[in-house]
């Protein structure tokens, strides 16, 4: 299947939904990206500030850019002018950060929390009731130059369905319940980013509103 094609079936499948289609274009080539840019697509995601920095200087200027991966710090300043929106957000110190390099260019960074609902150790994020307390803090009202628009999370990597579907669940129950209770100037729980290539049709399923898809639109992944 062609990349055009691949991205016309998820477009379809994703119409009736809520959900978006970032499209993840880790590893692959400037080329490649120009092709799904060509098709439509103007949301793209990248794991790393390293790769993401090149090809944002390479392509248009209307894709919005959205990292995904694990963001040291000190490398938030190389992105800091044009990032649209920060998923991975996964420490408190990252988020003050993103504040001070957006206040920098005078600007405003989208961010969500990440959240670590997987099973796996490896994966990053707050447990619930960090992000809870922490959203709940006053801090967050001094962080000025950041908006946090909602929580992003990785399901487990299994074939089990049912623990999937359990943990995106679990994640959307969370989400309601914050943008219920939280009453913050910065915060506007709006976005829920869940669902890769193997599980996006689950995340939207249980309100997903960005599916962050790389494999079933490009291939693999060398
Ligand atoms: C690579 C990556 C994806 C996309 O993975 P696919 O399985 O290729 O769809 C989604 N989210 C994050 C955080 C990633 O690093």
Known sequence: MSIEHNIQNLQNRLQATSARLIAVTKTHPIETLQIAYDAGLREFGENRVQE??????ALPRDIRWHLIGTLQSNKVKYIADFVYMIHSVDKPALLQEINKQAQKHNRMINCLLQIHIAQEESK??????????????????DLKNVKIMGLMGMATFTDNEAQIRQ????????????????????????????????????????????????????????
Do not use: C
Not at 52 to 57: C, S
Not at 175 to 196: D, H, R, T
């Open 124 to 141: 990053f994020g707050f447990d619930y009731a960090e992000a809870e307390s922490f959203l709940k803090s006053k801090e967050i009202a």
């Open 52 to 57: 993401l920095v090149p090809k944002a200087q």
């Open 167 to 222: 943990e995106f669940s679990g994640l959307k129950q969370f989400f309601e319940k914050l943008k219920s209770e939280i009453s913050q100037p910065n915060v506007a729980f709006g976005e829920l980013s869940m669902g890769m290539s193997s599980d996006w049709h689950i995340a939207v399923e249980e309100g997903s509103t960005m599916v962050r898809v790389g494999s079933a639109i490009f291939g693999t992944r060398t």
